[in-house]
């Protein structure tokens, strides 16, 4: 059984920072990779950032990319989402998820692909004021 549970949201005036955590717990093989997806009033859900477990190798949607950082604690119990120079289109509902190393018979590769991410958190805040 996976457990995620987001904290760390709130307002900010834009060019702010936040830093999202995400508490994990779980086997190594149900939480291969990590990420960051986030939900706009009205817009459908975007991945943010993606983490994979073994090797820490990251990517980021290209929105993102220079303002945002994703990280794991050494004890890998817990995912951050460093979050700088926030603009108003930030706002959004985040989500944390975790994926597999295996599902819907394939090995899965370090994606922002939502399908591949079978476990989700019931996501924090993020509202960034102009």
């Known amino acids: 059984q996976v457990q995620l549970v987001e904290s760390g949201g709130g307002s900010v005036q834009a060019g702010g920072s936040l830093r999202l955590s995400c508490a994990t717990s779980g086997s190594s093989y149900a939480i291969a990779f990590l990420g960051w997806f986030r939900q706009a009033p009205g817009k459908e859900r975007e991945g943010v950032a993606c983490m994979d477990t073994s090797d820490g190798r990251t990517s980021y949607a290209e929105s993102v990319k220079e303002r945002f950082t994703i990280s794991q604690a050494n004890a890998k119990n817990t995912l951050y989402l460093q979050m700088d120079s926030l603009t108003p289109e930030d706002t959004a509902m985040y989500y944390c998820?975790?994926?597999?190393?295996?599902?819907?018979?394939?090995?899965?590769?370090?994606?922002?692909?939502?399908?591949?991410?079978?476990?989700w958190g019931q996501g924090t805040q993020v509202t960034v004021s102009s």
């Open positions: 998820a975790a994926a597999p190393k295996w599902y819907g018979g394939r090995w899965l590769r370090l994606s922002l692909s939502q399908g591949q991410y079978n476990y």
